[in-house]
Structures are given as C-alpha cells and as structure tokens.
C-alpha cells in the first residue's frame, strides 16, 4: 500500500509546499493548552504497548469505534490489549474525511517509521513494529517530547492540585517547561452535585473557613498566588453557556449560603447567575492584575447519554456542541463591565459552535485596544472543529475580521503524547491556505511578511503570551 504521508501532504501547490518546508516544519512547539497529566512526565513514563499510549483516555477515538459497531469490551472495557487494538485498526482503515485517519498515519509515520495507514491486513505487523519500538524505551514521555521539539506545554491543572509534579520536573531540568493552567470550573459550577465536597477540598488546601462569598474569594486568591508562583500565566474556564448579569438583585453571598445549608435543593436561573456572574468577574479581575490570559470555552454540553456515563464515566465521548444560542448579549456585557473598569484581562474565546466564528471575531475586535497585539482573539478550532474544514473556516473568518498576523494558533487540547503531530497538521493546514490565497492572485508572494506571519502564528504568539 502506497504511503500518505509524504513531503507535500496537505500542500496543493509548489507556494504552500516552501511555505511550509521553509518556515513552518521545524519550528518548535509550543502547546498552550492539553490535558497531559504532569505527573507522568515528573515519571517519565514508559508504555507497555501502543494500546496503553494510544488508546487509554482518547475519547475521538472511542467515538468512531463506537460508530463502526464495535462492543464497549473493547474500547473501554477489560478486553485485551491487542485486541483493543485490532478493533481501532478496524474502525479507522476506512474513516475517510475524519481528521482521526490523517492524525493516525501522522502518529504512525513521524514516532513509529511505519509509513502505510493502519489497516486490518497489517494491523498485526504494525502492533509488533510499534512495540518494539516501546520496549526499548526510546518513546518514554519525556523523549517522545523532545523528539517533537516541545519547547513548553500548559497542563490543565484544578485550583486545589498541590503541583507538585510540576515542581519535580522543574528540579529535574528537563528542557521542555511544563507550566500549569489555572482551571477553576470546580468552584463556579455550584448546582452540581460535587460542589460541597470540592469546597471542602479547598478549605483544606487554602486554611480557611469558606462561609460567605469574601472568604471564598480570599481561598481563591491564595491558590491564583500558589498557581503563579509555579509559574502560571494562562487560566481557562469551560461552561455549556455564558453566565453574565444580576437584574434579579439576587446576592452571591445567599446563593452561596444557600447551597452550604440546603445543598441538595436546586437552585433557580437567577441564583446561578448571580453566583457566577460574581465568581467570573472575580477571576477576571485577578488574571488582569497579573498579566494573565484568560481562555474561555463554550458551547458544549456534557454526558448527554446517561447511559454509557454510567458505564464510562466523564470524558468517554459522549458530548456534543450545544448549538445555537445567544452568547453575544451575556458576553459582550462581561467583557464591558471589565473593560470600563480598565481591568479587562488577555483573552482567548472559543465556541464550540462553528457558526459562531464570526461572531466571536466582531465580538473580539470591539474590545482590542491596542495596548497588546491580539489581547481579544477568537482561539484556534477546538475539539469537533480541529479537522481541515474546520481549521479553513475558522482561519477565513478569522481573517476576513482581524489580523491573521496576531493568531495564537494552535494547540492539541489532548491527552495523548502523540498528539503533539496536530501541530503539524494544522501547520500544513495554515501554509496551503497561505499558498492557495497567494496563487490565486490573492496576497504577493513577500518571502519577509510571510515568513513573519508563519513564525507568529506556529511559534512566536504563544511564546510572547506564555512568557511575557
């Protein structure tokens, strides 16, 4: 079978094929947001078998098992590895236009030397190549990061984690930084179940006793100080919508009081909005003070069958985009009020919604300020949208409404160590957009501005960002 992975995957013309191989490719990464557990690059972790590094956790993944008919036993039950394994390459060999099959002969190519696509007739010859490969250590956690020029990574870390990990691999010197995320939606989604538990786990970390709202407040701020003293800079925040007023005079503090003395009674629209509005202007305030970013995500909503979250739990792949509602008013509101009180953090804002990329760019460009390029931006196509339409879409609008040259780009928002060949993906993605653009006459073919652009958008933004 003939390979697809070549030199000029992805790039339609000879402008995209330089652009990428003579300012993109071996730019280093710089990861700003996954879901890589630090501790296991503290350990350095080896893997048993490519099951274990590649399958364990990968929701994508379970989803197209799913959609090929392939019984639960064998993408999250206790079914043997390999076995686990001969089913993926069954569901995969003929996932044509999913970003899961580019993103698997990638994986394969650029950490295994193995350039056919996964396919059930090699399906065994390629378990025993990658596991040799395994075994002999040379794809520990550490290496395979180094092998693809990690340069820093954002862990996605809980208000309440000791970071301790983090501590580990900063005293190990490994090259690669590896700096925690702040993400607080613990805190902010009082009406769950878990809310009285989660603030008892913070009254311990912090020594204090959280009655009413100031308190709360006070524990937050000693761990936002605990975070940058590890050297965080960027916090994110994911909810279904965006909370945002208080018309109903509704206070945090009897919301709060409300759900500590009554915690198994719901709460109404307006206490949650009231509760959240408070808490999310707290954080923004605070990352403003710091010089922090501020990513939020929206527009997912979570476990919506209930059925297989019973078997698997959370994060099993089975969540999906909301759709249409309206952000705009809540946000723009949250974004103002900030904004005149000249405490408007750097932000990030995605939609997990793709019809609503150009709002999110108006949206961003009525509150940049020239103080900082690109301090308001729409982030990169996230989750359901990381695949090459979504990737065009989200670039078209991105440009049509702001300025390319101030994009953060990209990120793996993954668990997986191997995933670190999306940014090569969208790399490639990005020049034969430039390419294309430049070849229909579109934008001239400056080898100065491009190289520009390429180096800010795949490397420079989110150094500047993360180490400013």
């Not at 003579?22 to 730019?27: E, H, R, S, T, Y």
């Not at 009285?196 to 407040?217: F, H």
């Not at 995605?350 to 940049?368: A, E, H, K, Q, R």
């Not at 993906?425 to 229909?440: D, K, Q």
Request: proline content about 3%.
């Amino acid at each position: 079978m003939n390979k697809l992975i070549s030199d000029d995957f992805l790039l339609e013309n000879k402008t995209a094929s330089e652009l990428y191989n003579d300012f993109a490719k071996d730019l280093p990464i710089i990861d700003y947001h996954c879901h890589i557990d630090a501790k296991e690059i503290a350990e350095d972790i080896y893997f048993e078998n490519i099951t274990e590094l590649w399958l364990k956790g990968d929701h994508y993944k379970w989803r197209l098992m799913r959609a090929c008919g392939i019984d639960e036993r064998f993408i999250t039950g206790d079914a043997p590895d390999k076995e686990k394994f001969m089913m993926w390459a069954k569901a995969v060999e003929g996932a044509f236009g999913n970003p899961l099959y580019h993103w698997t002969c990638l994986e394969l190519t650029r950490y295994f030397g193995i350039k056919e696509p996964l396919t059930t007739e090699n399906a065994d010859s390629v378990w025993e190549r990658a596991n040799e490969i395994l075994r002999s250590g040379r794809l520990s956690a550490r290496n395979i990061m180094t092998d693809s020029s990690v340069e820093m990574i954002c862990t996605t870390d809980d208000p309440c984690d000791t970071l301790e990990y983090h501590e580990q691999i900063k005293a190990s010197g490994f090259a690669t930084a590896v700096l925690p995320a702040f993400r607080p939606d613990n805190i902010v989604d009082i009406e769950k179940d878990t809310f009285g538990s989660y603030l008892a786990r913070l009254e311990e970390v912090s020594g204090m006793k959280i009655d009413s709202i100031q308190k709360l407040e006070d524990a937050l701020t000693s761990r936002l100080d605990h975070f940058a003293s590890h050297g965080c800079v960027i916090s994110d925040h994911g909810t279904e919508y965006i909370w945002f007023g208080n018309d109903s005079g509704v206070s945090a503090d009897d919301v709060l009081t409300k759900k500590l003395s009554m915690p198994g009674t719901a709460l109404t629209a307006d206490e949650l909005t009231a509760y959240k509005t408070e808490l999310m202007l707290f954080f923004a305030r605070e990352y403003a003070k710091r010089g922090w970013t501020m990513q939020l995500h929206f527009g997912c909503k979570r476990n919506v069958n209930s059925v297989m979250f019973g078997k698997a739990g959370a994060n099993c792949g089975c969540d999906t985009i909301t759709g249409s509602f309206d952000f705009l008013t809540p946000l723009a509101g949250f974004m103002d009020k900030l904004n005149s009180e000249g405490l408007l953090p750097k932000m990030i804002i995605y939609s997990l919604n793709p019809v609503d990329n150009t709002v999110i760019d108006t949206l961003c460009g009525s509150f940049n300020d020239g103080s900082v390029p690109g301090k308001i931006q729409h982030g990169a196509a996230w989750w359901f949208n990381d695949n090459l339409a979504g990737m065009e879409d989200q670039l078209r609008s991105l440009c049509s409404q702001s300025l390319l040259p101030c994009f953060v780009g990209m990120l793996t928002d993954s668990r997986c160590f191997l995933s670190y060949t999306r940014h090569e993906y969208f790399r490639r993605i990005f020049c034969n957009f430039l390419g294309t653009e430049i070849e229909r006459g579109r934008f001239p073919y400056d080898r100065r501005i491009l190289k520009d652009i390429i180096e800010k958008v795949c490397y420079r933004n989110a150094r500047d960002m993360l180490t400013r």
